[in-house]
């Protein structure tokens, strides 16, 4: 049941215990201005049996909500029975239940009971005799009610569909598994007979540059499927006016379907979809329900559709990804092959060390391991030349998947945007920590960077914040005459205080850039990051608050096209 | 004069581990094992006969044009019931791969000597299998 629907459900018990509540209050107002004294015992042992029958059946269903009902009649034909009120304060009575009919708690509203109850009721009221004006008034209401049942029965139902979606939403199908909706979709269609029709599948299509048609998905996999040229035609022709076909002939696994109904939607952006229910009959005469079936199905198709396309999106995301992610994957294995190269040409330096070794603390003397060795020594110069060339491959910058020297005008923007998508991967304050210098116009300042390169240097820099952080944190972005400067602040745990001065030292040191590379630590590849896009840094310690600063040269100013 | 004791080495960059096979052979082992080198599976004819010889190394990376890798005649040994005490892997790659590599092939558990090798790790391994009289 989607949220809506749960919501209603409880709204409308709370509204029919308040009309309960109403109904008592106007029935005792009636009893003590009209009625007599001498039935006051049996009246209010019956208030104590309507609150008692309605408290147990409150929240129940089905045969337990016409209980109420009958419940409230009897109440009220009492004070009708019992009371000399005026007839039209009586009247007033016996239609409140009609009246509340619309927040009726019960799932199928008991439509003639109630009817039934109230026409009852009014026979009561004329001394069981027939009236013409209270048959014509019955008449209205229960035309009025059945308007009312229609309407609320096709929101329900449209809501029903709906709660479909949401529970696809709701569970972990995966990714390209919208075809899931559809079993709920059909079973819900096909467990009303409004329609007068059964759906036995349902197929998706994607219509390509108005000129193909493809499969999506459906309720049931299909292998092959087939239209004929005139249906094909024909839904290329409903796909560019947005509209609905009937009798669409399509074979699938070698079977003619002929029952079908084509709805185009045309919502999704770049796509149109055509949506074909195929079923085991569908009666072209019912053409009211028809158009109801179409008019409540193309909302939720449109939401299937939306998914669907982002499903596409995110496929497209994915391939792209793994595209990347290949290019460093094979170099990884180039490097890795290299090395394994490396170390079989190594075999004769160790081999001809520990030979000389053994030669020379021995003092032997035979020329025939002389020779040996001398074979050896003669090995060494070639495979040093072969260990350096492939060397040269993996030192090879230019080949190097993380390689991020090349930058280009990267607008503030973007670079806030990095920020933030990164920011929160461990946070949830970006908008309370981040400070930007209102004379910072961010749509058309531009820096000089590297995209990958910022996602380097800021997912190293927060996760560092994440790890020794102790909870104050700030993100500012000022201008100085010649630059930007993005600086970090964070408060720092006791444990790295004692090394901090150290850690300064090293980091603003530009002597020793070299050695600090070598260095597995965060800090120093941040460092790396930053030199590699030419980018200046520092860091600082400043009451208890550690900072690092980031001079961002600016680019030609530019509209962002963020 | 007794026949030479045989060693096969399944090796296609022999080259670089050639001398320290002759080195360990010449000083400690008196030259009494001949040298036999076969840079892929195919280039051993008939691998039957491969339990004629009394060490067989095997390297895991076998050129590419061979037709097994290291693993595969390790168990075309297996099938044909070779002396897993004759045995020894070389390898380039890592020591740990190797050692679960074997396990999940169901492989035995074979010595493995990894790159880059001199004639001391030989030295060790031969002495080793020797000494323990476990083949002579």
């Known amino acids: ?562 | 004069m007794q026949p030479k004791r045989k060693i096969a080495i399944f090796e296609n960059e022999y080259t670089a581990i050639e001398n320290a096979f002759r080195y360990v052979n010449s000083r400690y082992f008196d030259g009494q094992f001949s040298l036999e080198n076969y840079p892929s599976s195919q280039s051993f004819r008939d691998l039957v006969k491969v339990a004629d010889y009394d060490f067989i190394f095997v390297d895991i990376d076998l050129s590419s044009r061979s037709e097994m890798d290291g693993f595969s005649l390790l168990k075309e040994f297996e099938s044909n019931k070779v002396n897993e005490n004759k045995i020894i892997v070389l390898t380039g790659l890592n020591y740990d791969e190797v050692k679960s590599k074997l396990v999940s092939y169901k492989l035995k558990d074979y010595p493995i000597i990894t790159k880059p090798i001199s004639f001391e790790d030989l030295k060790k391994i031969l002495s080793k299998r020797i000494g323990a009289k476990a083949l002579f």
């Open chain 1, 1 to 562: 049941m989607s949220i809506l629907l749960k919501n209603d459900l409880i709204l409308r018990r709370v509204f029919s215990l308040i009309f309960r509540f109403l109904l008592l209050s106007y029935g005792m107002y009636l009893f003590i201005n009209f009625g007599t004294y001498d039935n006051i015992l049996v009246f209010f042992l019956l208030v104590v049996l309507y609150i008692s029958i309605y408290l147990f059946t409150r929240k129940k269903d089905r045969i337990w909500s016409i209980i109420r009902l009958v419940n409230d009649y009897l109440l009220i034909n009492y004070l009708i029975y019992s009371t000399d009120s005026p007839k039209h304060l009586l009247f007033s009575l016996l239609i409140l239940p009609i009246i509340n009919s619309p927040n009726h708690s019960g799932r199928n509203r008991s439509i003639v009971v109630i009817y039934i109850l109230m026409a009852l009721s009014i026979f009561h009221l004329n001394q069981f005799a027939w009236n013409f004006d209270s048959t014509a008034t019955v008449i209205v209401f229960v035309l009025i009610g059945i308007m009312d049942i229609f309407r609320s029965n096709y929101i329900y139902r449209t809501e029903q569909l709906n709660s479909k979606i949401e529970g696809y939403l709701n569970t972990d199908f995966g990714l390209n598994k919208s075809y899931h909706i559809y079993r709920g979709l059909m079973s819900n269609l096909n467990s009303t007979r409004f329609f007068g029709f059964n759906i036995d599948r349902v197929l998706c299509f994607r219509v390509l540059k108005n000129e193909r048609i493809v499969l999506v998905n459906s309720s049931k996999f299909v292998i092959n499927y087939s239209f004929s040229r005139d249906a094909y035609t024909n839904l290329l022709s409903i796909s560019s006016k947005n509209t609905t076909s009937y009798g669409i002939e399509i074979q699938i696994e070698n079977q003619a379907y002929v029952n079908t109904l084509a709805i185009v939607d045309r919502s999704a952006g770049d796509f149109t979809f055509i949506y074909l229910f195929v079923s085991d009959s569908l009666p072209n005469f019912r053409l009211l329900f028809n158009y109801l079936f179409v008019s409540q199905l193309k909302p939720v198709l449109r939401k299937i559709s939306k998914i669907i396309e982002l499903e596409n999106n995110l496929q497209k995301s994915k391939v792209e990804f793994i595209h990347q992610i290949i290019e460093k994957y094979y170099y990884v294995i180039n490097a890795e092959k290299a090395l394994h190269f490396i170390r079989n040409k190594l075999s004769p330096i160790k081999n001809y060390l520990d030979m000389m070794e053994d030669f020379e603390e021995n003092n032997l003397n035979d020329q025939d391991l002389r020779d040996i060795i001398d074979s050896e020594r003669r090995k060494l110069k070639v495979n040093f030349d072969l260990i350096n060339s492939k060397a040269n491959i993996i030192l090879d910058k230019g080949k190097n998947p993380f390689f991020i020297a090349r930058t280009a005008p990267f607008s503030i923007k973007s670079l806030l945007g990095t920020l933030r998508r990164i920011w929160n991967c461990y946070f949830d304050d970006f908008e309370q920590v981040v400070s930007v210098d209102s004379n910072i116009d961010i749509n058309t300042s531009t820096i000089y960077g590297n995209d990958d390169g910022f996602e380097l240097v800021f997912t190293d820099w927060i996760s560092n914040i994440d790890k020794y952080g102790t909870g104050k944190r700030s993100i500012t972005l000022k201008k100085t005459p010649n630059n930007f400067v993005l600086s970090f602040a964070n408060s720092v745990s006791k444990v790295l205080t004692g090394e901090i001065e150290q850690i300064i030292a090293d980091y603003n040191s530009k002597n020793k850039n070299e050695i600090l590379k070598r260095r597995r630590h965060g800090l120093f590849n941040v460092k790396l990051f930053l030199e590699e896009m030419s980018i200046n840094s520092d860091i600082r310690f400043e009451n208890e608050i550690f900072i690092l600063n980031l001079y961002l040269d600016a680019a030609q100013k530019k509209n962002s096209d963020f």
